[in-house]
Every structure is written in structure tokens, then in C-alpha cells.
């Protein structure tokens, strides 16, 4: 069993900047693909970002260049560098495990909402 908890997230205006993280327990080896996802009101939940053991990373295009993911192993910790906020980028961001950078896997942390407004 996996267990995952985000925090991190809250009200930051156009231009700012957060850091999200999420702490892993349980059954986590470092080769398992940690990752982001969020879901905005009405829309679809989509990958932010994804890093797996290697250091290898997968990015939305549309956080490419503002966002980092990185992680942790000794720790079980995933983080999200989100700079460069924008309104469109709001929405709950949910911390994933799995083993594939282009499938979520099935443990989801309980989400952290990020909001992005003047």
C-alpha cells in the first residue's frame, strides 16, 4: 500500500511563484514514475509533469520552460517548482505512482489546490 500527501499549494497571484510537494510512504521504489496532475473546474485531469528513477522528465507543453519536477528517493518526496503562474493554471494538482510516464498509476495523493489570481 502507498500512501501519498501533498501540500503546498494556496493563492498566489499572476507572475508568482509555488512549490508543491508530495511525500510518498509505503511500498515506493526508486524506479517508479512519480508525477503531477491537476484538474481545473470542468476540464479534464491531465499530466503536469512526470519524472521517473533515471531522472527522466515529461512536461505539458503548456508548463514547459515554468515548471520543474524533481524528486527525492531518500526522502520519497516528488517536488513541483511551478514559477511563472498564470490564471490558467489553476486548478487541484494531485501527486500520482505508477510505472509509466504516459498512464497514471493507481495511488493519488488527496490534492492540493492552487489558485492563480489578482
Known amino acids: 500500500q502507498v500512501q501519498l500527501v501533498e501540500s503546498g499549494g494556496g493563492l498566489v497571484q499572476p507572475g508568482g511563484s509555488l512549490r508543491l510537494s508530495c511525500a510518498a510512504s509505503g511500498s515506493i521504489f526508486s524506479n517508479y514514475v512519480m508525477g503531477w496532475y491537476r484538474q481545473a473546474p470542468g476540464k479534464h485531469n491531465e499530466l503536469v509533469a512526470a519524472i521517473n528513477g533515471g531522472g527522466s522528465t515529461r512536461y505539458a507543453d503548456s508548463v514547459k520552460g515554468r515548471f520543474t519536477i524533481s524528486r527525492d528517493d531518500a526522502k520519497t518526496t516528488v517536488y513541483l517548482q511551478m514559477n511563472s503562474l498564470k490564471p490558467e493554471d489553476t486548478a487541484v494538482y494531485y501527486c500520482?505512482?505508477?510505472?509509466?510516464?504516459?498512464?497514471?498509476?493507481?495511488?493519488w495523493g488527496q490534492g492540493t489546490q492552487v489558485t492563480v489570481s489578482s
Open positions: 500520482n505512482v505508477g510505472v509509466s510516464f504516459y498512464t497514471p498509476g493507481r495511488y
